[in-house]
């Protein structure tokens, strides 16, 4: 399955994306996370690109798209409009697939845009009212959280970027499970877009503009943001994909995802961690399948 490339302007800037499938079917919007870009589709589009025209944009930060400097640029509501925009070059409403914080623009987009988005599909990823209860409450999910400060701290893109990007392999291999499918040759790919200028201070700029709250092991937290609760809720059919063994997102992150979406799929990937899509994507793309409506036949 052949990939094609493009960048395209969205309210006056410039994004990346990839594509595979035939433009003549429906559109499915690839939302990429941390600390990925856009070519991390590449595993799982292949296996949905006789059903979808797989879309997968370098979001804001990431990759050859647009990287401004400084952290207000990367508040939600401006990373949700770029896709909203992008959603609208392509004809609404449509399919959106994200992960990780690709998961968190996702939401947004059915959340906020809610005539732009179709179905959802989230894998490994959270809605930002359980996933900030779960933070908040001093548990297993704050534990496994304490990363997130240091991906935060000033001096987080010098730290990461040392020594040929160690502590950010790192990160990626070892605390996020990633070592069993990321090859040398993959790894060097990551490093080239990370060492694209101004780029990994960007990515890391999502982490600074969120305004969760991580409460340290055994000290749980009151102080946090407001949630417009009326305002996030997921109207939509909405599919949650789930690798187990995530060391980073808890099963508890998701807890009480059904008050906020009410037609809610859940889909565990046995054998799977943060990152089914490279581990298993057979399996995911079966479960993406088999959750779709089917189409019609011609008569």
């Known amino acids: 399955m052949s990939m094609q490339t493009e960048t395209i302007d969205l309210n006056g800037n410039p994004f990346f994306l990839r594509r595979w499938g035939d433009p003549a079917l429906p559109p499915l919007l690839m939302l990429h996370g941390f600390p990925e870009y856009g070519g991390a589709w590449a595993d799982l589009a292949p296996h949905l690109a006789h059903r979808f025209h797989c879309i997968a944009p370098d979001q804001r930060g990431y990759g050859q798209s647009w990287a401004p400097e400084g952290v207000a640029h990367y508040a939600t509501s401006h990373l949700v409009a770029d896709m909203a925009a992008l959603v609208g070059t392509l004809g609404t409403p449509l399919t959106v697939l994200g992960h990780d914080?690709?998961?968190?623009?996702?939401y947004g987009l059915a959340m906020f845009r809610p005539e732009l988005v179709d179905r959802l599909i989230i894998a490994n990823g959270v809605h930002p009212v359980p996933f900030q209860r779960a933070m908040a409450?001093?548990?297993?999910?704050?534990?496994?959280?304490?990363?997130?400060?240091?991906?935060?701290?000033?001096?987080?893109?010098?730290?990461?970027?040392?020594?040929?990007?160690?502590?950010?392999t790192d990160f990626f291999t070892r605390h996020m499970?990633?070592?069993?499918?990321?090859?040398?040759?993959?790894l060097a790919e990551y490093k080239a877009e990370w060492a694209r200028p101004g780029r990994l201070d960007a990515m890391l700029n999502w982490y600074r503009a969120s305004p969760l709250v991580i409460a340290a092991p055994g000290q749980p937290r009151t102080d946090l943001p407001d949630l417009p609760l009326d305002r996030l809720r997921v109207r939509c059919p909405h599919l949650l994909l789930w690798g187990p063994d995530d060391r980073a997102l808890l099963p508890e992150a998701t807890e009480g995802l059904e008050d906020f979406a009410p037609d809610l799929t859940r889909i565990t990937i046995p054998g799977t961690d943060h990152w089914l899509c490279h581990q298993a994507p057979d399996r995911v793309a079966a479960a993406i399948l088999d959750w779709m409506p089917q189409p019609e036949t011609a008569r």
């Open 101 to 106: 914080w690709g998961a968190a623009v996702a």
């Open 137 to 168: 409450a001093g548990g297993a999910q704050s534990a496994a959280s304490q990363y997130m400060n240091a991906l935060r701290a000033p001096e987080a893109t010098e730290h990461f970027a040392a020594n040929d990007y160690k502590a950010l």
């Open 177 to 186: 499970g990633g070592h069993d499918w990321l090859s040398p040759a993959r």
